[in-house]
């Protein structure tokens, strides 16, 4: 009897307390749960939002359906056709003097440019001197740290009349950018090494490369791939059927 006391006197101090008084303190604690729960769902949005940084979105299209470019937001759709000049310091691939002119804005580290580069390819080979197609840089180098060196290396190659076969390389071992795919491909392609090697390290093409960017920035260009065919703008990295009935529609003006 004694023990069965001695345990009452320790244990029964919580049916002392008045009912309405431990109402209130569990709807005080389960509005505090569920608050700090709150709190640490939303934190990693709040701080995302706070970087400023352009999201790349690369990851997140199915294969048959329209892509968005990678980087930051894009502004309005214009109404009409963007007046583009294609100019002899162009890269263009096909017959010069097409009915049909593809303009692209790209980055060797974009994904969704990866997905894009052979949907173009299969246009040029259906379409052959109705379809040129320019190639012009847009490195997002806030997200893709590979992108510019990369850009600047398909100059280099350029010089020595190899740049659409280098860029095709590059997009086909994107996961392998830097320094010494950059070189691989210079060998495989038969370029002069020492001269290549040489034109990478000057970063003799850096300019060029910044003047292609800022173009694509002067008409609204804000990620990647963008497109235009006869002006009128590619809505991302589009599957070939959209493709093609943008450029069917070009040839019918």
């Known amino acids: 009897m004694d023990h069965d006391t001695h345990s009452d006197s320790r244990s029964g101090w919580v049916d002392h307390v008045p009912v309405r008084t431990a109402f209130g303190v569990?709807?005080?604690?389960?509005?505090?749960?569920?608050?700090?729960?709150g709190f640490l769902i939303l934190l990693p949005?709040?701080?995302r939002a706070?970087?400023?940084?352009?999201?790349?979105?690369?990851?997140?299209?199915?294969?048959?359906a329209p892509t968005a470019p990678s980087g930051a937001a894009p502004d309005a759709a214009p109404s009409g056709p963007v007046n583009i000049t294609v100019t002899d310091d162009d890269h263009i691939r096909g017959n010069p003097n097409a009915k049909v002119t593809i303009v692209e804005w790209s980055d060797?580290?974009?994904?969704?440019?990866?997905?894009?580069?052979?949907?173009?390819?299969?246009?040029?080979?259906?379409?052959?001197?109705k379809v040129r197609w320019v190639y012009r840089h847009f490195p997002l180098e806030s997200i893709h740290p590979n992108?510019?060196?990369?850009?600047?290396?398909?100059?280099?190659?350029?010089?020595?009349?190899?740049?659409?076969?280098?860029?095709?390389?590059?997009?086909e071992q994107q996961d392998a950018l830097g320094p010494d795919l950059y070189k691989r491909i210079?060998?495989?392609?038969?370029?002069?090494?020492?001269?290549?090697n040489d034109c990478v390290t000057s970063r003799k093409y850096q300019k060029k490369v910044e003047?292609?960017?800022?173009?694509?920035?002067?008409?609204?260009?804000?990620?990647?791939?963008a497109?235009?065919?006869?002006?009128?703008?590619?809505?991302?990295?589009v599957p070939y059927a959209q493709l093609k009935s943008l450029i069917e529609q070009a040839l019918n003006q």
């Open 186 to 196: 210079a060998k495989d392609l038969k370029l002069n090494e020492k001269q290549f």
């Open 227 to 237: 497109s235009y065919v006869n002006g009128m703008e590619v809505p991302g990295a």
């Open 211 to 225: 003047g292609q960017e800022q173009s694509g920035l002067a008409i609204g260009v804000r990620g990647t791939p």
């Open 50 to 64: 706070q970087s400023g940084k352009p999201a790349d979105t690369g990851t997140a299209a199915a294969p048959t």
């Open 26 to 37: 569990g709807m005080a604690c389960g509005v505090g749960t569920i608050g700090l729960l």
């Open 45 to 47: 949005g709040a701080i």
């Open 147 to 171: 992108a510019r060196p990369a850009a600047e290396a398909s100059e280099c190659a350029s010089e020595q009349g190899k740049f659409w076969e280098y860029a095709d390389k590059l997009f």
């Open 108 to 129: 060797f580290q974009c994904p969704f440019c990866s997905r894009f580069h052979p949907t173009v390819r299969q246009a040029m080979s259906e379409y052959g001197d």
